[in-house]
């Protein structure tokens, strides 16, 4: 298994969005259970748009505070998907499920989560990449950088 965004592998063999909105020309399939509610992905855009506003508004000052609230935006999204989400889940059931997916006529292959940020950036694929390893002592690289980091 393992991670990347709709602009790198939507047309790859395995690939699953889990993004709560897919692009119109990805026909792969969808795990919805792991997509975030709207709610979160609302105050994570809205969060971001401010905290890149502070930054660009230029100064020392500005870009602290603007680091600072992009920091504290990401962590309460963590904490929030952490409990709204992956909690209610079971975490070999999701692998399970999403390998299921995967079966394809001319035989399994490897899933890919999608969602729609792109590599490095913070996105609830590389939480649920995190909250896989931790659970089941698996290894969920980002597409294209499995030998190291995203």
């Keep these: ?25 990805f026909h792969g399939p969808r795990f919805e259970p792991l997509a975030p509610p709207w709610e979160l992905v609302a105050l994570a ?16 000052s500005n870009a602290v505070k603007g680091e ?21 889940l079971d ?5 399970m499920d999403l390998d299921r997916l995967c079966y394809l006529p001319e035989g399994p292959v490897e899933a890919i989560l999608l969602c729609w940020e792109p590599p490095g950036a913070f996105c609830h694929r590389r939480l ?14 980002e597409l294209g950088f499995e030998g190291g980091k995203r």
């Excluded at 047309?11 to 020309?25: H, L």
């Design 1 to 25: 298994m393992k991670t990347s965004s709709f602009s790198r592998a939507a047309k790859i063999p395995g690939a699953i969005s889990i993004a709560r909105g897919s692009p119109p020309w």
């Design 45 to 60: 855009r809205r969060e971001e748009a401010i905290a890149t506003a502070q930054i660009r508004q230029g100064g020392a």
């Design 68 to 88: 600072a609230r992009m920091f504290d935006a990401q962590r309460i999204y963590t904490e929030r998907y952490q409990a709204e989400v992956l909690d209610k």
């Design 91 to 95: 975490p070999l059931t999701v692998v």
């Design 128 to 141: 649920v990449a995190a909250w896989l390893e931790t659970a089941l002592g698996i290894v969920v690289p």
